[in-house]
């Protein structure tokens, strides 16, 4: 019995803990890598996406980059509800988190549909994904474009 106790005593900070990192609802979308859920402002973990305004270079054309990878986020969650899990807080507060919609990787879909790069440490194995998404040349692929950590480094 002291045994069984225990465990459930050490058990509470962890349930405690599981629930504040953890947040479910309809998403609202800032850009393509940052969102609010349940009132959360929160960057997607283990990629980065075009700055709203950033351009790319089309053939014969330049498109606001920033501003589909905004869209491309948007159709993939509005319809349904998503659940991030916190695994960090950046330097403007906001949670660094990995977030669902019905059971996929809202990140890995975006680096697929090549509207997202994965980061350059990849800690998030989205790296093999952004390979398939430029080899297929969907999304930013199509053309050409400075990376979003570069494109802010210039502006």
Not at 4 to 13: E, G, N, R
Not at 93 to 115: I, L, Q, S
Request: charged residues 20%; contains cysteine.
């Amino acid at each position: 019995m002291i045994r069984v106790l225990f465990l459930f005593v050490a058990l509470i900070p962890s349930l405690a803990l599981s629930a504040d990192n953890t947040v479910s609802g309809k998403a609202h979308v800032l850009s393509g890598d940052t969102l609010i859920v349940d009132g959360q402002r929160m960057h997607l973990f283990g990629l980065d996406a075009p700055e709203l305004g950033q351009p790319c270079q089309w053939p014969n054309k330049t498109i606001d980059c920033g501003n589909i990878s905004r869209t491309g986020l948007l159709d993939l969650i509005a319809p349904v509800s998503i659940s991030c899990r916190k695994r960090g807080v950046a330097e403007d507060g906001a949670w660094v988190a990995t977030c669902k919609a019905e059971g996929f990787d809202v990140g890995r879909n975006m680096v697929h549909t090549g509207w997202a790069v994965a980061t350059p440490d990849d800690p998030a194995g989205y790296l093999p994904t952004q390979k398939k998404a430029a080899a297929a040349k969907r999304g930013i692929w199509r053309g050409t474009f400075d990376l979003p950590w570069q494109w802010r480094a210039k502006q």
